[in-house]
T-cell receptor
Framework: EPEVTQTPSHQVTQMGQEVILRCVPI?????FYWYRQILGQKVEFLVS????????KSEIFDDQFSVERPDGSNFTLKIRSTKLEDSAMYFC??????????????FGPGTRLLVL | DAKTTQPPSMDCAEGRAANLPCNHS???????VYWYRQIHSQGPQYIIH?????ETNEMASLIITEDRKSSTLILPHATLRDTAVYYC???????????WGLGTSLAVNP
């Protein structure tokens, strides 16, 4: 069964450093998402991406965040200058743009980011 | 904010049916009811979704009331591996972000 994959599974970084989280969405999916979950808190939407541009972003997704689809398979989230409060699980998701009324989002296993 | 209300926790005996309720009294006509679960902070796993009619798949059944103000997710024969946090989300396809609540923490006991 096709699945979303994410690398690395864990990332430890120093405050102020840049990190890139990588995702491989399901191959025929065209809509991509990033969510995050701070330990013990709700899952929060960060950004959605379609046709090589951001469709929607939340207040959390400020100038230190960026997303990119560098090739035909990868989808990345870059955090330019990490802060302590960026420590969280980051989940990538993808959905198939089929023109129907609703499209299910399928999630990857997540990357646990720890900023020291 | 999430448009759903779920009990914070529930228990179920292994082998019995687990019935997880969800209230969504302000649901709009174009919004679907989605259920996901999350095991040990792993990635959310899609379970099932529906609009008006009851739905069943290999994982679960979804019962939606006629007025669509509430629904119940049914795991017909719960196993220990079904221990997870279950999230009920109302979602319209034209608004592509999922808005998450705190869900129901289901403990399946031997």
């Amino acid at each position: 069964e096709p699945e979303v994959t994410q690398t690395p599974s864990h990332q430890v970084t120093q405050m102020g450093q840049e990190v890139i989280l990588r995702c491989v969405p399901i191959s025929n999916h065209l809509y991509f998402y990033w969510y995050r979950q701070i330990l013990g808190q709700k899952v929060e939407f960060l950004v959605s991406f379609y046709n090589n541009e951001i469709s929607e972003k939340s207040e959390i997704f400020d100038d230190q965040f960026s997303v990119e689809r560098p090739d035909g398979s990868n989808f990345t989230l870059k955090i330019r200058s990490t802060k302590l409060e960026d420590s969280a699980m980051y989940f990538c998701a993808s959905s198939l743009l089929a023109g129907g009324p609703v499209e299910t989002q399928y999630f990857g296993p997540g990357t646990r980011l720890l900023v020291l | 904010d999430a448009k759903t209300t779920q009990p914070p926790s529930m228990d179920c005996a292994e082998g019995r049916a687990a019935n997880l309720p969800c209230n969504h009294s302000t649901i709009s006509g174009n919004e679907y009811v989605y259920w996901y679960r999350q095991i040990h902070s792993q990635g959310p796993q899609y379970i099932i979704h529906g609009l008006k009619n009851n739905e069943t798949n290999e994982m679960a059944s979804l019962i939606i009331t006629e007025d669509r103000k509430s629904s119940t997710l049914i795991l017909p024969h719960a196993t220990l591996r079904d221990t997870a946090v279950y999230y009920c989300i109302v979602f319209a396809g034209n608004n592509r972000k999922l808005i998450w609540g705190l869900g129901t923490s289901l403990a399946v006991n031997p």
